[in-house]
């Protein structure tokens, strides 16, 4: 299916590593325009867009600091110089990463661990928006994509500041969705469940991650929702797959929603 997203110019933050790197190969490979952003993994982000370039896309590294609203803005305005606009903005990038793999009581949470979370995705989504938006109320047309999680809809033990630091983007894709269709602008959000990426290894029991520890993602994946018959681990296509179709042109009315793919957990 031709998605229309060829030419089309996306602003990726979070692009170095995790589900950030594959889905910027995969808007590469629809024809679109990366710019893919990162704040320490320069050689990553480089890696990825060679392998965009490779294929015969066009590629853009951008170091961009979620919680430095100048760095934000000077991303944004270095992506506009060299394409001309955005028409797509996928808010991936977290400067907290994932869940605790090591989660405390509530009542043990210091605010030093707690504040993080909030100001990297509320404030980092923050800025990252408002930079944006002039570029895409000026084509009259852009799609916003939100990355959360699916956690927020079930809720774990110990997970209370990322959990509160990704539900905001639910409430603020839905606001801005109202705000901003009269422009041509969707704004949904996808909450992916456990997802087989590279960092995968990381935050599993021990016990699991010997059993995947140097299989190719198809094998690891297989092997996985054997050892947990009760959930569907998804690949980092499935979640592609959803992404891109919110990005696209073909996606004419599907706005103020959040997506979960998480197998049904």
Known sequence: MELGLKGKVVLLTGGSGGIGRPLARAFGR????????YLRRADTAKEVAADIEAAGGAALPVRLDLKDRASVQGAVAEVVRQWGGIDVLVVNASATG???PRPVPFEQISPDSWLPHLRSEVEGAFHTVQAALPS?????WGRIVFMSASIVNRGRKGEEAYTAGKSALHGLSR????ELFEHGILSNVVAPGPTVTEGLLEKLPEALRGKISGLAPEEAKRVLNESMPHLRFSSVDDVNGVVL??????NG???????????GH
């Open 245 to 250: 179709f919110l990005a696209s042109a073909t």
């Open 175 to 178: 606001t801005l969705s109202t």
């Open 136 to 140: 895409m109320k000026s084509r009259g």
């Open 98 to 100: 994932g869940p605790n």
């Open 30 to 37: 629809e024809g679109a325009r990366v710019a893919l952003t």
């Open 253 to 263: 009315n599907v706005t103020g929603n959040v997506i979960n793919v998480d197998g």
